[in-house]
Structures are given as C-alpha cells and as structure tokens.
C-alpha cells in the first residue's frame, strides 16, 4: 500500500467527516415540517444562506480534490475504503460541534466498524488494478447502479426518521462510490492523454452528474433523520460498492484463500457495529440532534404534541 495514497485519503476522509458535521449541524437549524419537493425545495434555499452549511460545501470540494489525488495514485479498492475513518472524524468533529459527547455504546459501535474494516482491508489488501475501465463494463455498471439506487430511494418514501435516514445515506454511498469510480477514470484518462483529450470525452461530465445526484441524496439523509443513522451506511456503504466497482470496472482483486478468516471477521465486525450504532443513542435521538429532534421543548415539538392530541 503507498503512504502517499493512505495519508491522502486520511485527509479526504478529515475534511468530508467536518463536512458532514457542519452540514448536519446547519440541518439541524431548520424545521423539517412539511413534506413534498416544495418543502425540500423551500428548506434547502433556507439552508444554504447558513454559514455552518457552506462551511461545509467548501469542506466537501476539498475533500472531492483529495480524494481525486488519492485516486490518481491508488485503487479505487483501497482509497474509499480508507475514507471510512471518516467515521472516527465524524465522532471527534461531532462532539465538538454539537457539543455532545456520544455515549459509551456509540463509541464501541463506530470502533467496531473502523476495527472491521481496517481487518477487512488489511487481510484484502487490493492490487492496484488499471487505470481505465472498459467503455462496455460502464453501460452494465451504470444501468445495475441506477436500479440500485432508484430502488432503495423508492423504499425510503415508505419509512420515516432514522430508517429514512438510512436508506437515503445508502442510496448517496451507491452514487458517491460510482461518481468515485467515474473520477478515477477520469484521472486515469488524465494520465494518458492531458486535459485537453478529457474534456473531449464523456467521464467528466458524467463525473459531474452523478456527483450532483449524490450531493442531494447526501442533503435528503441530512434532513431526513440524525446522523448516527445516515453516516455509518453512508460510508460503510460507499466503502463496500467500491470495492465491487473496483473489481468489475478495473480489476481490482481481493486477496482470497487463507485471507477469507480474517475478511469474514472483518465484515462480522462491520455488521456488529451497524446494529450496535443503529441502537447506540444518547438522550431519545443521537448525539448531534437538537431540542426539538429529540422531542424536547421547542416549537416543533410542542405542534407535534398538539397534532397527536
């Protein structure tokens, strides 16, 4: 594994995880009263004039940079799996911002997923792979990952709260790990023929799309529930799509054989933590929701109760 590769993806990992935070944070400013793409459309023109949440978008264009670096030098296999420290950024950033501190099973669950994947990718250890896909993987790719996430976003209009949450986080993680995949390509086509050649061709702009698709997905699980609940498939989710697209699109293989024992641990690992997160709260909600998300006073809550009545 390159050094350059692992301390870029560190700091790509650093930068989304305070983004994410400080977006959440700007979420949490809003009331998520109402429902349809009027109402969505209404609190995302509200939220972008808060400072914590462009704070945040710049955040996540750096990150998107670093990340970009990383790919340059590594395999997709290894450079968003490594992203998923984000989760350990997120606890330290987290508790800062909201000025929160996670209780003792939150912490145990989120070691547990970092230990998890850590084992998992330690025993993988993924070959680097090419730099460029082949054009017919990218229509068999593209059209199984549209499926995906069309469908899981259907599933998530059928829930509310935390399940919402975590759908919509793991519809972003299939599109963020696809627009991943679509900027190593496009770094490896970079490589190989300059700007000039690239800007020619269809990876960028597609790059561009996905990403955007992304970006609101990731809003949608912002708003939709806490970020206990949106983070870990958002960026579990993302690790593990990319390992697949890794090996499909540019054969990024896995080590098998005696390594199976520890991976199996690892994804165990990863699974325990899921469960134990998905039930690890604070105080009624997470650890970085508001008053009024974990129903207690606050306008919100008090035409909450009244509704009920």
């Given at each position: 594994?390159?050094?350059?590769t692992?301390?870029?993806?560190?700091?790509?990992?650093?930068?989304n995880?305070?983004?994410?935070?400080l977006?959440?944070?700007?979420?949490?400013?809003?009331?998520?009263?109402?429902?349809?793409?009027?109402?969505?459309?209404?609190w995302?023109?509200?939220?972008?004039?808060?400072?914590?949440?462009?704070?945040?978008?710049?955040?996540?264009?750096?990150?998107?940079?670093?990340?970009?670096?990383?790919?340059?030098?590594?395999?997709?296999?290894?450079?968003?799996?490594?992203?998923?420290?984000?989760?350990?950024?997120t606890?330290?950033?987290g508790?800062?911002v909201?000025?929160?501190?996670?209780?003792?099973?939150?912490?145990?669950?989120?070691?547990?997923?970092a230990?998890?994947?850590s084992?998992?990718?330690?025993?993988?250890?993924?070959s680097?792979?090419?730099?460029?896909a082949?054009?017919?993987?990218?229509?068999?790719?593209?059209?199984?990952?549209?499926?995906?996430?069309?469908?899981?976003?259907?599933?998530?209009?059928?829930v509310?709260?935390?399940?919402?949450?975590?759908?919509l986080?793991?519809?972003?993680?299939?599109?963020?790990?696809?627009?991943?995949?679509?900027?190593?390509?496009?770094?490896?086509?970079?490589?190989?023929?300059?700007v000039?050649?690239v800007?020619?061709?269809?990876p960028?702009?597609a790059?561009l799309?996905?990403?955007g698709?992304?970006?609101?997905?990731?809003?949608?699980?912002?708003?939709?529930?806490?970020?206990?609940?949106?983070q870990?498939?958002?960026?579990?989710?993302?690790?593990?799509?990319?390992?697949?697209?890794?090996?499909?699109?540019?054969q990024?293989?896995?080590?098998?054989g005696?390594?199976?024992?520890?991976?199996?641990?690892?994804?165990?690992?990863?699974?325990?933590?899921?469960?134990?997160?998905?039930?690890?709260?604070?105080?009624d909600?997470?650890?970085?929701?508001?008053?009024?998300?974990?129903?207690?006073?606050?306008?919100?809550?008090?035409r909450?109760?009244?509704?009920?009545?």
């Amino acid at each position: 594994m390159s050094a350059l590769t692992i301390v870029l993806a560190l700091c790509a990992a650093l930068s989304n995880a305070s983004a994410s935070v400080l977006q959440r944070r700007a979420a949490t400013d809003e009331s998520t009263s109402g429902s349809g793409a009027r109402q969505a459309l209404r609190w995302l023109v509200r939220v972008l004039r808060r400072p914590y949440w462009l704070a945040g978008a710049g955040l996540l264009g750096l990150s998107t940079l670093l990340q970009a670096a990383a790919l340059a030098v590594g395999s997709l296999s290894l450079v968003q799996p490594l992203l998923a420290s984000e989760l350990l950024f997120t606890l330290a950033v987290g508790s800062v911002v909201f000025r929160r501190l996670p209780d003792r099973r939150t912490w145990l669950a989120f070691a547990a997923l970092a230990v998890g994947l850590s084992l998992f990718l330690g025993a993988a250890s993924p070959s680097k792979g090419q730099t460029t896909a082949e054009p017919h993987l990218w229509l068999l790719v593209g059209a199984v990952v549209l499926g995906v996430v069309a469908a899981v976003v259907t599933a998530s209009r059928l829930v509310r709260g935390a399940a919402r949450a975590a759908l919509l986080g793991l519809a972003s993680a299939v599109s963020f790990a696809a627009t991943a995949a679509l900027l190593k390509e496009v770094m490896g086509r970079l490589g190989q023929g300059g700007v000039g050649a690239v800007l020619t061709q269809w990876p960028p702009y597609a790059t561009l799309v996905v990403g955007g698709l992304s970006f609101l997905l990731l809003q949608s699980a912002f708003r939709a529930g806490s970020l206990t609940a949106s983070q870990p498939a958002l960026t579990l989710g993302d690790a593990l799509t990319s390992v697949a697209l890794g090996w499909v699109l540019f054969q990024e293989y896995i080590g098998l054989g005696v390594r199976v024992v520890p991976e199996a641990i690892g994804v165990a690992l990863i699974g325990a933590g899921s469960v134990g997160l998905a039930r690890a709260t604070a105080t009624d909600g997470g650890w970085d929701t508001t008053p009024d998300e974990r129903g207690g006073p606050g306008p919100d809550a008090a035409r909450s109760a009244s509704q009920r009545s």
